[in-house]
C-alpha cells in the first residue's frame, strides 16, 4: 500500500503558478503510477495528467496541456505538479493517486486533496 499527501495549494491571481507536490510512503513507490485529478464544485472528478513509473510516459488532460508539468523524484518519493499560466477555472481541489495498472488506468490510492482557488 502507499498512503498519499498532497501540500502546495492556495490562493493565485489568473496567470499566476503554484507548484503542488504529492508525498508518499511505502517502499515500492517507484513501481506505481503517479496522476494528478482535480474537482471542482458541483462538477465531476477531471483526470489532469498522468504519469508512469519511470517518468518517460506522461498523459495530459486537454484542459492542461502546455500549462501544466508533472515529474517525479522516486528517490525522494515525491510527485510534482508545476501549474503555470492559471485561470479560474483551474480552481478545484486536486488529488494525488498511484495506480498499479498504469498511468490512464484505474487509480487504487487517493490522497485527501489540496484546494486551489485561482481569482479572476
Known amino acids: 500500500q502507499v498512503q498519499l499527501t498532497e501540500s502546495g495549494g492556495g490562493l493565485v491571481q489568473a496567470g499566476g503558478s503554484l507548484r503542488l507536490s504529492c508525498a508518499a510512503s511505502g517502499r515500492t513507490f517507484s513501481t506505481y503510477a503517479m496522476g494528478w485529478f482535480r474537482q471542482a464544485p458541483g462538477k465531476e472528478r477531471e483526470f489532469v495528467v498522468g504519469i508512469n513509473w519511470s517518468g518517460r510516459s506522461i498523459y495530459y488532460g486537454d484542459s492542461v496541456k502546455g500549462r501544466f508539468t508533472i515529474s517525479r523524484d522516486n528517490a525522494k518519493n515525491m510527485v510534482y505538479l508545476q501549474m503555470n499560466s492559471l485561470k479560474p477555472e483551474d480552481t478545484a481541489v486536486y488529488y494525488c493517486?498511484?495506480?498499479?495498472?498504469?498511468?490512464?488506468?484505474?487509480?487504487?490510492?487517493w490522497g485527501q486533496g489540496t484546494q486551489v482557488t485561482v481569482s479572476s
Open positions: 493517486a498511484a495506480s498499479t495498472v498504469g498511468p490512464v488506468g484505474d487509480y487504487d490510492y
